[in-house]
């Protein structure tokens, strides 16, 4: 998969570049593009944005830099900006633009895009109901999730499909040696060697985490009759 990245600030990109993502780019896994569009504006100052028709505070990017960058790259794939009005990226979103050849993600800055910018892209998205001063991070953390998901770039093949919302629930907790922390021991179960009650245990701490921190996800879920009567059990722990 080839990313391109059009950036006022190409220099903040440094966080995809090291640790395992880093690694993939090294090992070819995946390649990254990064382009900055002021590079392509014709007037001696090197505008990318001017004052907003009709008034009010603040600048806008123009399209004219932003269009001439999109029209230089020959592997376009699907246009990406990243923006607060967007739809709320999700797990399943990054599973999806992983299946593309191809991904182009347009960083704003100032005051947003000329409206005509949104015209040109595929998909305006947000990563959550708050604002920053740009797309940089945003374009980060979805680059990060969705690159993550291409084979060979996690250490161990079979996590990405047990984590968090991979089956609509939050993940169950872990634990690791030693068995007894100052006291705090860890649960009897996963120390017993019964996978069948090990694999029972986890579902239920996933249904648990996600009816305490994410109930909105279970309202979305069709549950087994298993599950209901694991719900009911959690419900019926938590009025204790
Ligand atoms: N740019 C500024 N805030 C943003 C957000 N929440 N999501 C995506 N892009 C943004």
Known sequence: MKINVLTLFPDMFTPLKVSMLGRGLEDGKWDLNLVNF??????VHHHVDD???????????QIMPIKKALDSLSDKGKVIITA??????????AQNWSKEENLTFICGHYEGFDQRVY????????????????????TMSMIDATVRLLPGILGNEASPVEESFSHGLLEYPQYTRPADFEGQKV?????SGNHQKIAQWRHYQALKTTYINRPDLLENRELSTEEKKMLADVKAELDQ
Not at 38 to 43: G, K, P, W
Not at 51 to 61: D, F, H, N, R
Not at 119 to 136: F, K, N, P
Request: net charge negative; glycine share 16%.
């Open 187 to 191: 649960p009897e179960v996963l120390t």
């Open 38 to 43: 002021r590079d392509f504006t014709s007037d």
């Open 84 to 93: 607060p009005q967007g739809k709320t990226f999700n797990e399943e979103m």
């Open 51 to 61: 004052t907003p028709y009709g008034g009010g505070a603040g600048m806008v990017l």
């Open 119 to 138: 015209d040109l892209a595929d998909e305006t998205v947000s990563i959550g109901d708050y604002v920053l001063t740009g797309g940089e991070l945003p």
